[in-house]
């Protein structure tokens, strides 16, 4: 799966021109059909930019690593019922304003028992990467003075401080795309947006800057800082 930021058209263009690298390889993508239409996601907007007029996604194969790739708008979260915003607007009514899973759901209008999983993996994602948005954030050159002196007891509310100075570096150099904030984290998140899986999210590298595969039809304003070797960057 592969967070993107932009139109349905722009990118199949871009696949069948060969302009998508693969997030494990670097090589060039090939088209390779659509995916059908995703279930209903709550809070998404009755259009989603990225979408088919369907509904369907771009699918995507890499001969090199011969593994598939579906490209997935920002706005959606893999495998999740709900959309970016919705699941930071939750995080950060418990984190940032104290708000329990009770209070939380009855504002957004979901069960309490949704909003207390969502919490329990926001402290799990937290604790197990909030360390490499801190390093994204030297690479992109976000001030550390950002992050507090004393540590926060809470990893989400620290994780929620990260977030926003990385992509605050990031719009300053590459602009928004387009998105609203929390499609920017999700991008950040590699689409996996306080995924409850152990597994990393596909985080930017850095190697070459977002508008390189994120929004295909940018130009590149030169490559970023590059904080470790791995794989090239959605930003």
Known sequence: MIPIAGGFGQWREAVK???????????????????PPLGRTRGAPASIEGLGPGGERIRTWCRHCRAGHTLLPAVLVSRRADTAGTLGQAVTAHAGHGRNASQVAAGLGVPR????????????????????FTGLMNALGAPLEALPLVPSRDPVRELLTSLLAVTGAAARRWGTLGTGYWERVNL??????????PRLPDYPELA??????????RESPGPAPHPSPGRQSRW
């Open 17 to 35: 021109a060969g302009r998508v690298p693969c997030p494990g390889c670097g090589n060039p993508l090939s088209p390779r059909g659509f995916a």
């Open 113 to 132: 028992r949704t909003v207390a999983g969502w919490l329990a993996q926001a402290k799990a994602f937290a604790a197990r990467h909030a360390a490499r």
């Open 188 to 197: 950040a998140c590699g689409g996996r947006f306080f995924s409850g899986s």
């Open 208 to 217: 070459t800057p977002w508008p390189h595969n994120c929004c295909p039809g």
